[in-house]
């Protein structure tokens, strides 16, 4: 069992930043951030395979949004830049025990273990 605790979610004007973490409790393969807004599904927003270099983020977040790993903490973070109220979810770490080569890193029926959501919030 994986155990994930994220936090940093707070509530923001438009074109703010906000820096989520996500601390796990062990070593896994794949990390990631995904949201949900009210009435819409979980999408994913960005992931990397823990001590790779290539991240992989949704086309809503190319630009914006960087993501970066603490490997000795196990943790990951996404630092939001240039936030808009549509960026406003619960945003929700997860993680797999996959290893090696995952195709589809912002699909969320490749992680296995989720953490509690943080709320993100951008007004305008």
């Known amino acids: 069992q994986v155990q994930l605790v994220a936090s940093g979610g707070g509530s923001v004007q438009a074109g703010g930043s906000l820096r989520l973490s996500c601390a796990a409790s062990?070593?896994?393969?794949?990390m990631g951030w995904f949201r949900q807004a009210p009435g819409k599904g979980r999408e994913g927003v960005a992931a990397?395979?823990?001590?790779?270099?290539?991240?992989y983020f949704a086309d809503s977040a190319k630009g914006r949004f960087t993501i970066s790993q603490d490997i000795a903490k196990n943790t990951l973070y996404i630092q939001m830049n240039s936030l808009k109220p549509e960026d406003t979810a619960m945003y929700y770490c997860?993680?797999?025990?996959?290893?090696?080569?995952?195709?589809?890193?912002?699909?969320?029926?490749?992680?296995?273990?989720w953490g509690k959501g943080t709320q993100v919030t951008v007004s305008s």
């Open positions: 997860a993680a797999t025990a996959k290893y090696g080569i995952n195709r589809r890193p912002l699909v969320e029926d490749e992680y296995n273990y």
């Open positions: 062990r070593y896994t393969g794949w």
């Open positions: 990397i395979y823990m001590g790779g270099t290539i991240p």
